[in-house]
């Protein structure tokens, strides 16, 4: 059984940073895609990024040259470094492993922007 489990979360002034982490276990996931996504209230969840190895990755628009997301496969762990943070990046976030069939989601942590 695949356990993700995400930490990091927390409030932060605008323009400030925060690192989310994923830690795997029950699998080696060295070979599987892994994204973050977010939902914020009353909306839908949305891809924040996608990383297949640290040379292939995606990033949605909103966040673009101000998140990064890698990957330590030797610890089963993927990272969110937060950079520049805005009040409407805040949003649970989630991790996510696109394990086959039919994939896998953490629990998700609390972001929060705001002065």
Known sequence: QV???ESGGGLVQPGGSLRLSCAASGTDLSFTPMG???????KQREMVAIIISDD??????SVKGRFTVSRDNAKNTVHLQMNSLKPEDTAVYYCY???IPSGYWGQGTQVTVSS
């Open 3 to 5: 356990q993700l489990v």
């Open 36 to 42: 973050w996504y977010r939902q914020a209230p009353g």
């Open 56 to 61: 292939r990755t995606n990033y949605s628009d």
């Open 97 to 99: 492993a696109a394990v």
